[in-house]
């Protein structure tokens, strides 16, 4: 039964991290009619948020349940069998595992499958095409701008795969209130990131200089924003936490650490200082004052080159002597950052589309391989390689396939880390 004719629409949401958590639940509402909160799964790995992390978001007042890829599979045939399918699900997790569960989802062949919705929870991408290739076969890929649209659909296109799955949309977290100075009030919030910068010296540099920023102006309050606690697991490693490292140093009382949701940290924020946390579009779609930080240059391995253009490159230096940077307007409308009434229509197209699927009498079945019809010329790892056809008719009573499917299982199962041994097994066949 379409879900067009249900009077509500059941959504399911998959993801490995609370950031990932706070993108799919958040997406989930933006693009769907549901009334009901999204059912919420976060998959069992290294980046297994804990509940702290998750009421940290803000996004939901119901813990999604923790499961295992198998676990999961099992929850949609289950729900499937009560006759309570899910409609839509979105799959906010990494390439790797999105292609996993696509495979799973192949799998299973429910006689009704949701619609797959997915995407990416920032604007710096470390591998775009590669991580996009594995998302394909998903319904709907949602990009956060018109720019990423456009690379997106390039990507696709290029290697001769259809496009069509990609809808341009916008970050789903902006919001909050449109800046306005609080009387008496100048707080500078600096919003670290896991692994960015990565080293112990780099990560050093950054704290002395935030302190000593602290120290040449003792009227303002200079604020450490931290995503996790010691112990806690993020979507990166965080090998050099800053509470660690500042325990050597010896902070002015005008310097703390703080933790919280990040939109209501923002609230009192007049600026807003980072290398390339996506805290910075959340400012800057609100109008707050916004500083990227080039002291380390401005490189792929920091994710600043995504500002390049922008206006907000800048250095300690200047933001010591006061000067703050101007946002380009150009840049700010290309990236889908904006405080007018655009935003509320950044997800019509997503919402258009979902509702378009949703109301066909049959969805097609999830392509469970790369062909030559889907994307001529790509496979996933060594398969690509070896340029073979897995859904070849001389290959399906081989141990060719068995092998490719043991290793989507084992990335839904252990996460996408334990692929690799499988997949090495292919050069014996």
Known sequence: MPASTREAVR????????????WGALTARRITTATAEPTGFV?????????RQLAETGVSTTTPR?????????????????????DVLVLALVGGTVRAVLQGLADLAPERRPVVVTGYVGVVYEKLTDGLLL???????????????????AVYEGVGAGAGSVVEAALPFLGGAPYAPGAGRDTLVFAAQPSVPATRAERAYVLRRLIGHARLHPGREVLLKLRSKPGEHTTHLEEFPFQKLVRELDPPDNFRLVYGH??????????LVTVSSTAALEALHRRIPTAILTDLGVREALGNHH??????????DRLDKGDVPAADETWLARQGVASDRSYEGAFDAARDRVAELLALPALPPISPYYTAETAPGYLPG???????????????????????????RSAYRHGVQRVAPVIRRLGEL
Do not use: Q
């Open 11 to 22: 959504v399911a949401v998959l993801a490995d991290s609370d950031t990932r958590w706070k």
């Open 43 to 51: 998959l069992r790995g290294r980046a297994t948020p804990t509940a």
């Open 66 to 86: 923790e499961v295992t890829g198998a676990e999961f599979l099992r929850a949609i045939r289950d729900a499937e069998a009560r006759g309570e399918g899910y």
């Open 135 to 153: 998302r394909h076969g998903a319904d709907v890929v949602l990009a956060n701008s018109r720019h990423d649209a456009e690379r997106f659909r």
């Open 262 to 271: 990040m939109g209501e940290v923002l609230d009192r924020t007049d600026l």
């Open 307 to 316: 500002f390049v253009g922008s206006g907000l490159l800048t250095s300690f």
């Open 382 to 408: 060594i398969l690509a390689r070896h340029r073979l056809d897995v859904t070849a008719p001389e290959l399906r009573e081989s141990g060719l396939r068995r092998v490719v499917r043991e290793a989507a």
